[in-house]
């Protein structure tokens, strides 16, 4: 499974950003999709998660709240929304696929990986 992600860019603080999640593969909906970000010198971390079908998704405590993961699999997408940015949510944003459920919130638990897009908060 080939992923893009987009939708980065510079926003000032309280601002609000999208992220997609693309993908040309066929079996793209049968695949739970998770949102990772790292940050200048840090190691990745978990942002958000949602299950093939979207009925169910998990966030990380920083997000709560703020982020709204979903996906329309007639488009092959899944969507990040970001609201109420902050400067410590500047990152590049990465999404992963796995096919099997399990744990979601580590960057091993996914088989595939694309690459990631920035996201610059400024205060």
């Known amino acids: 499974v080939q992923l893009q992600a987009s939708g980065g860019g510079l926003v000032q603080a309280e601002g609000s950003l999208r992220l997609s999640c693309t993908s040309s593969?066929?079996?793209?909906?049968?695949?739970?999709i998770g949102w990772f970000r790292q940050a200048p010198g840090k190691e990745r971390a978990f942002v958000a998660h949602?299950?093939?079908?979207?009925?169910?998704?998990y966030y990380a405590d920083s997000v709560k709240g703020r982020f709204t993961i979903s996906r329309n699999n007639d488009k092959n997408t899944v969507y990040l929304q970001m609201n109420s940015l902050k400067p410590d949510d500047t990152a590049v944003y990465s999404c992963?696929?796995?096919?099997?459920?399990?744990?979601?919130?580590?960057?091993?638990?996914?088989?595939?990986w694309g690459q990631g897009t920035l996201v610059t908060v400024s205060s």
């Open positions: 992963g696929a796995r096919f099997y459920s399990g744990s979601y919130d580590s960057p091993g638990d996914y088989d595939y």
């Open positions: 593969d066929r079996t793209f909906d049968n695949h739970m």
């Open positions: 949602i299950s093939w079908s979207g009925a169910v998704s």
